[in-house]
């Protein structure tokens, strides 16, 4: 079993800061790529942004700019700075992760339980 356990959520003001965790556990052989989806009320999950094993990262055009992921890979755990937050960030933020358990499978998604950000203007 793979399981995901974020931190970091919470409500701020407009323009202020907040800054997620996410660390992946259990049987792991590598994490391929680490990311962060959100989904407000009544839309559907979109990508935040994501980050391969690598470094390489990729941002949702709305987040460009604000926030920056990084990851320690030693530590299977990525971030998510978020700066100028705004209103119509607010949504529950959800972890991924593609995760090989061993060398020989496939790799496969992991989901984290969610972490609610409430940005009030």
């Known amino acids: 079993q793979v399981q995901l356990v974020e931190s970091g959520g919470g409500l701020v003001q407009a323009g202020g800061s907040l800054r997620l965790s996410c660390t992946a556990s259990?049987?792991?052989?590598?994490?391929?790529?680490m990311g962060w989806y959100r989904q407000a009320p009544g839309k559907q999950r979109e990508l935040v942004a994501h980050?391969?094993?690598?470094?390489?990262?990729n941002y949702a055009d709305s987040v460009k700019g604000r926030f920056t992921i990084s990851r320690d890979n030693a530590k299977n755990t990525v971030y998510l700075q978020m700066n100028i937050l705004k209103p119509e960030d607010t949504a529950i933020y959800y972890c991924?992760?593609?995760?090989?358990?061993?060398?020989?499978?496939?790799?496969?998604?992991?989901w984290g339980q969610g972490t609610q950000v409430t940005v009030s203007s």
């Open positions: 980050i391969t094993s690598g470094g390489s990262t």
């Open positions: 991924n992760a593609r995760v090989r358990r061993v060398s020989y499978r496939p790799a496969f998604d992991s």
């Open positions: 259990g049987t792991i052989f590598s994490v391929e790529i």
